[in-house]
Nanobody, 126 residues
Framework: QVQLVESGGGLVQAGGSLRLSCAASGDTFSNYHMGWFRQLPGKEREFVAA????????LYADSVKGRFTISRDNANNAMYLQMNSLKPEDTAVYFC???????????????????WGQGTQVTVSS
């Protein structure tokens, strides 16, 4: 099992930047593909970005492509989401998640992820 804790959320003006972090503990971090998802109250959890175990493959939702960058540091058991050019529609609770897979590529679907953090609020004001 792996335990995940997000940090770095907050309030930022439109056009600003935030960097989210996800700290992992427990099992070997490099065994897991990792992802970021976000959710608004009453809505489905939405895929944001994912990164493979080695960091060699990354995926992005179209809505964040070119503005967000996902990365990981396996030596320090951490994953990051650099968010630039933030928009009010990026406002949500952001979750990091992990899944084990023999595939080379991480998943876009939330149901495929086995472990989740508690979430961190990101609010973008207009």
């Amino acid at each position: 099992q792996v335990q995940l804790v997000e940090s770095g959320g907050g309030l930022v003006q439109a056009g600003g930047s935030l960097r989210l972090s996800c700290a992992a503990s427990g099992d070997t971090f490099s065994n897991y593909h990792m992802g970021w998802f976000r959710q608004l109250p009453g809505k489905e959890r939405e895929f944001v970005a994912a990164i493979s175990r080695s960091g060699g493959s990354v995926l992005y939702a179209d809505s964040v492509k070119g503005r967000f960058t996902i990365s990981r540091d396996n030596a320090n058991n951490a994953m990051y989401l650099q968010m630039n050019s933030l928009k009010p529609e990026d406002t949500a609770v952001y979750f990091c998640a992990a899944h084990v897979s023999y595939s080379e590529y991480p998943l876009r679907i939330s149901s495929g992820y086995e472990y989740w953090g508690q979430g961190t609020q990101v609010t973008v004001s207009s």
